[in-house]
């Protein structure tokens, strides 16, 4: 059974940084594709970014919003997947979602249940 | 950017009742790209419809999903207490995926 469980959300300063996991199990992780989506309050959800599996060159890409503040990693060895947030605003305040990619029809066939990112001062 | 758009904001509905949510794109979709998901508050989103039209593993056959070129529609035949929910459709295309703003599907 694919399992996913994200860890790491929280109340954050504006200015501030975070780092979220998603530990992974039920699946052959090195090879999947991984991505986060987020859904602020209120409002429906967005795709934050891409991380390709292994064997198709494990290459990340990033929605607009985001690029150049978030960086995805991955450590295989763990089966997880991190998302890291730097120069957080109040509009990145959201549940943050694990998900994993099917590449064939580019959608997210399973999901973790989320974590809050609340960025307020 | 593909802008997604859902119609109705809310369905509000008694069980065993049909349900038809439509899902309109700013430009053409590729009907490969259009996929459904159900929502529940709290719950991880649930894949429901892939390429517009193929039900997902374990997805009963009262969903089904059809649509072409900007518009696409999920339907559930007969509304069962578990279907109360939102539903969100997405596409992707240009290497950017979007959503819809959802359809909440809530009981009459």
């Known amino acids: 059974e694919v399992q996913l469980v994200e860890s790491g959300g929280g109340l954050v300063k504006p200015g501030g940084s975070l780092r979220l996991s998603c530990a992974a199990s039920?699946?052959?992780?090195?090879?999947?594709?991984m991505s986060w989506v987020r859904q602020a309050p209120g409002k429906g959800l967005e795709w934050v970014g891409l991380f390709t599996g292994k064997t198709d060159g494990g290459a990340t890409d990033y929605a607009a919003p985001v690029e150049g503040r978030f960086t995805i990693s991955r450590d295989d060895s763990q089966n997880t997947l991190h998302l890291q947030m730097n120069s957080l605003t109040t509009a990145d305040t959201a549940v943050y979602y694990c998900?994993?990619?099917?590449?064939?029809?580019?959608?997210?066939?399973?999901w973790g249940p989320g974590t809050l990112v609340t960025v307020s001062s | 950017e593909i802008v997604l758009t859902q119609s109705p904001g809310t369905l509000s509905l008694s069980p065993g009742e049909r349900a038809t949510l439509s899902c309109r794109a700013s430009q053409s979709v590729s009907s490969h790209y259009l996929a459904w998901y159900q929502h529940k508050p709290g719950q991880a989103p649930r894949l429901l419809i892939y390429?517009?039209?193929n039900r997902a593993t374990g997805i009963p056959d009262r969903f089904s999903g059809s649509g072409s070129g900007t518009d696409f529609t999920l339907t559930i035949s007969r509304l069962e207490p578990e279907d109360f929910a939102v539903y969100f459709c997405q596409q992707y295309g240009s290497s950017i995926f979007t959503f819809g703003p959802g359809t909440k599907v809530d009981i009459k």
């Open positions: 390429g517009a039209s």
């Open positions: 998900a994993t990619v099917n590449p064939d029809w580019m959608l997210f066939n399973y």
């Open positions: 039920g699946f052959t992780f090195s090879t999947a594709w």
